[in-house]
Structures are given as structure tokens and as C-alpha cells.
């Protein structure tokens, strides 16, 4: 099956957010051999709007791997600098509504496993990138999408299709940078999915409940350097400021308005024992299931970070690198999905929505636009059983379910919109 053989082509090269340039390549070639129109590079997102992107250096080691495994140049050259989005545009043989679909480009740092009863390492398509690795299902999420061009490149079906290739989706860092580029502004209706997530093999789920908002921020504190022994009095800790600030922050959490979450994930500074460090770094993330307690969280933390430079007379910075919302799904379009799944053999259990581990996905802000414009969206779930949980070393699939995900996709695409109800 090529859906299967695009899923592996795509895990052996894993490459993470906004240095997907061999993976987005491939995607725009195949897209253009199937007769879509293709936006890429900065025609498909708005730089500015991009949220932790990675440093010179990492962007053009990634570019220079990738010209080295064979992407085409002139298409490299064209997402230099972390430009990485793709989106595929495709008319139909007649009038109707623009229909969207998501995928996810990027990979996780994380070293994959080598074990013998690991599947990708026994069938050697295990990741050879060092340190990077398909531990999520986007090269599913992915080979999928090619999948649904390649059934629907005959045109028969009503309406535009957008075959929308999201960089960075890890860390909720690359929806926004499309949206500000107004690439879901015409969509009437945006079907995101995900495989696994702990639903079985042969479910589906068409909706989601239980998706967080969320902030990421940066945090650097800036101090004076001094001989610890000699002349401590003369520095100013930045470290210390960090560390207060920690404190602090981790005392967050709680809120009556709903749940919420607090982590300081990084915590870093100083070079050595006799000097008082100048310099501090802090990654913090707050989440909560209602936007309004998010971002209650996130002012109270900037408070925080003030009061602690304050004190211990620091200069500093904050910068956001990932932000989601939370969404609902639309309940016609959910119902419309599980139809869809009842005509295809690999599907024995649908369900209308599940409650998710409470983590948080920037498809809620592609979904959330095009609600706002009045639009329709929903987020389902292709039910595998995992080798492993997401995010682990030793994850995998079950590829059988890959062409089901197909079909349901294609199935929707070309659908007689005049008997759906929105």
C-alpha cells in the first residue's frame, strides 16, 4: 500500500519544527504531480507570526541535511529560514464549499528506539536522524494526507479541497504563522485529525472535548558577573532572580474558574562555582481548560518575573514560543464525519466525542478562525492501538488503519454538500 510506504519514507527522515525542508519538499512535489495548485514557503505563512523558532545554526544544518538527502533545491531555497508550511488547493468538478484538512510536518527530539521487538527497527525504517523521531504519528498523519490527493486528483467531488501541511505543530508553535497569512479564511469547513491518543484500533471518535489553552514563554534574566569569593557584593545573581521567580511560580495552579496547570520545564544558568551567574534561562508553560484562566495565569506570571528581576536587580525578557486556545467542535460536522465512517469496513466502533488527556493542540486556532468567520470545524480521532504512549521512544502504530483514515477523508471530500445541514 503507498500510504504505508509514505509513512515510513517519512519516518526514516524525522525533522522538527520549522526544519522540516526535506519532508515539505516531498510534499510539494507530490502534490504538484497529482495537479494541485501549491502554496509554500512564505506565500503559506507569515513569518513574524511564527512562535519559537529555532537558531540560525539548527535552521541551516537541517536545510543542508536535507539538500544532501536530494530535495530539490529551488524548493529549499524557497524555505530557507524555517518556511516550511505547505498548502495544497484543488478545484472540483462543481460548486461548493471549501473543505480543509490538516496534517502535521514535524518530529520530537527524542532518540528512537533500537529495540529488537521495535517494528521500524526490525523493518529498518527507523529514524536515521540522531535525536530525532516520529514518536507522535505525524508521518501517518501525513502519508494520510497524500493518501486523500492522491484518491481525489480525478477532481470528481464538489467545492475546493486544502490540503493543509502545518510545520511545527510540537510545542504549539506553526498554526498561527498560516493564519495570519489568511490561509483558512475562505474555509467553510476544517476536519483535523490525529491518530491513536488512546482509542483502540477500528474506533472513531468525530469530536474532542477537553483540549487546554496554553502559553509558552521564554524567561531570560540578565545580571552582572563577579568573583564569588572576592567580590560577591558587586554582582548581580541572575540565577537567584530565576530561582525566586520559580518558587513562586510553581505555587500557581489552582483557579475556581476551571482546571489549571503550571510547569517551569527549564531552569538553567551560571558557567561556574566562583562566578555569580549573569545570566539565567526559563521555559514555563501555563494551561487551562478556558482561555480566560489561561491567560490570568500567564499575567500573573509575568508579575512574578517582574517582581523577582526587581529584587535582585536584574534586567529581563519574555518571549512567547507556543500558544494554543480551546475549541468545540461543531456538532453537525461531527455527525457528518461518523456517517462517513459507517460505509467503511475497517471501522467497527464510532463514537461522537472523546474527553482528551487534557494536553493542547494549535488546531484549535485553525479551527477556532474558521468557526469565528462562520465556518464549521471539528477534530476526530483514528482509533490505533500504540506500542508505545505518544511521545515515547518505542512508539508505533498499527498501520493497517492508515488506508481507513483514507478513505474516510476521501469519503467526506466528495460528498453531496446539498444533503448536509449547515
Not at 195 to 207: D, K, L, R, S
Not at 243 to 252: D, K, M, P, R, Y
Amino acid at each position: 500500500m503507498k500510504v504505508v510506504e509514505w509513512r515510513r519514507e517519512f519516518h526514516r527522515y524525522p525533522e522538527i519544527g520549522f526544519t522540516e525542508f526535506f519532508t515539505a519538499s516531498k510534499v510539494i512535489e507530490t502534490l504538484r504531480s497529482l495537479g494541485f495548485s501549491v502554496l509554500y514557503g512564505q506565500d503559506a505563512m507569515d513569518g513574524a507570526a511564527r512562535f519559537g523558532v529555532p537558531a540560525k545554526e539548527i535552521l541551516e544544518k537541517a536545510y543542508h541535511q536535507a539538500m544532501k538527502r536530494g530535495a530539490n533545491p529551488a524548493l529549499l531555497e524557497s524555505m530557507k529560514g524555517g518556511y516550511t508550511a505547505v498548502v495544497g488547493i484543488l478545484q472540483g468538478k462543481e460548486s461548493g464549499p471549501t473543505l480543509a484538512y490538516r496534517f502535521e510536518l514535524d518530529a520530537l527530539p527524542i532518540e528512537e528506539s533500537q529495540s529488537t521487538d521495535h517494528l521500524p527497527h526490525r523493518f529498518e525504517f527507523r529514524s536515521r536522524l540522531k535525536g530525532q523521531m516520529h514518536a507522535c504519528g505525524h508521518d501517518a498523519h501525513l502519508a494520510i494526507g497524500l493518501g486523500v490527493a492522491e484518491k481525489i486528483a480525478d477532481r470528481n467531488f464538489a467545492g475546493t479541497i486544502k490540503l493543509i501541511f502545518q510545520p511545527a505543530e510540537e510545542g504549539v508553535r506553526g498554526a498561527r504563522s498560516m493564519i495570519e497569512k489568511g490561509i483558512v479564511d475562505d474555509v467553510d469547513l476544517i476536519i483535523c485529525q490525529h491518530i491513536g491518543m488512546g482509542v483502540p484500533t477500528g474506533q472513531i471518535q468525530g469530536g474532542v472535548e477537553g483540549f487546554l489553552a496554553t502559553t509558552k514563554l521564554e524567561v531570560t534574566f540578565l545580571g552582572e558577573p563577579a568573583h564569588a569569593g572576592a567580590a560577591p557584593e558587586k554582582g548581580k545573581n541572575a540565577l537567584l532572580g530565576a530561582t525566586t521567580a520559580f518558587f513562586n511560580i510553581q505555587s500557581l495552579g489552582q483557579h475556581s474558574g476551571g482546571k489549571a496547570r503550571i510547569n517551569v520545564g527549564v531552569l538553567e544558568g551560571g558557567t561556574a562555582a566562583n562566578i555569580i551567574p549573569a545570566t539565567a534561562r526559563m521555559v514555563i508553560e501555563t494551561r487551562a481548560d478556558q482561555q480566560e484562566v489561561n491567560q490570568e495565569l500567564v499575567e500573573r506570571v509575568y508579575q512574578i518575573i517582574a517582581s523577582s528581576a526587581m529584587m535582585h536587580r536584574l534586567e529581563y525578557s519574555i518571549e512567547i514560543i507556543g500558544e494554543a486556545t480551546t475549541f468545540q467542535c461543531d456538532e453537525e460536522l461531527v455527525s457528518l464525519v461518523l456517517e462517513e465512517a459507517e460505509h467503511i469496513e475497517g471501522f467497527t466502533s464510532l463514537q461522537k466525542s472523546s474527553v482528551t488527556a487534557e494536553g493542547s493542540e494549535d488546531a484549535s486556532l485553525l479551527i477556532r478562525r474558521v468557526q469565528e468567520r462562520g465556518g464549521y470545524g471539528t477534530y476526530c480521532i483514528i482509533g490505533s492501538d500504540l506500542a508505545a504512549p505518544h511521545h515515547h521512544a518505542h512508539f508505533d502504530i498499527h498501520e493497517e488503519v492508515l488506508p481507513h483514515a483514507v478513505q474516510l477523508l476521501e469519503r467526506i471530500a466528495r460528498r453531496d454538500w446539498e444533503i448536509a445541514h449547515f
